[in-house]
Nanobody, 121 residues
Framework: QVQLVESGGGLVQPGGSLRLSCAASGSFARIDAMGWYRQAPGNQRELVARITSARTTNYADSAKGRFTISSDNAKNTVYLEMNSLKPEDTALYHC???????????????WGQGTQVTVSS
């Protein structure tokens, strides 16, 4: 089995910072990509940031310049540094990972249960 466990969410004032972490555990051969999605009430789920095992990255336009995604491949962990937070960043943030359980098997998306980020004064 594979588990993704997020941490680092919480309540922060506008302009503040948070660092989200997501660690993958279990039995698998490799992780090809990890990233973060978010969903707020009344909004569709959107991709915030993504990073591949080769450390190529992409960001939502709303995140560029404020958020930084990074990974520690040895720890099977992805991070999202969130700076200059705005109330519109308030959402449930879900970690995902693109994982191959075996070297010969198809890649599969796995999802964490989410960590809440609330930006409010």
């Amino acid at each position: 089995q594979v588990q993704l466990v997020e941490s680092g969410g919480g309540l922060v004032q506008p302009g503040g910072s948070l660092r989200l972490s997501c660690a993958a555990s279990g039995s698998f051969a490799r992780i090809d990509a990890m990233g973060w999605y978010r969903q707020a009430p009344g909004n569709q789920r959107e991709l915030v940031a993504r990073i591949t095992s080769a450390r190529t990255t992409n960001y939502a336009d709303s995140a560029k310049g404020r958020f930084t995604i990074s990974s520690d491949n040895a720890k099977n962990t992805v991070y999202l540094e969130m700076n200059s937070l705005k109330p519109e960043d308030t959402a449930l943030y879900h970690c995902y990972a693109l994982i191959a359980r075996d070297w010969w098997s198809r890649q599969t998306d796995y999802w964490g249960q989410g960590t809440q980020v609330t930006v409010s004064s």
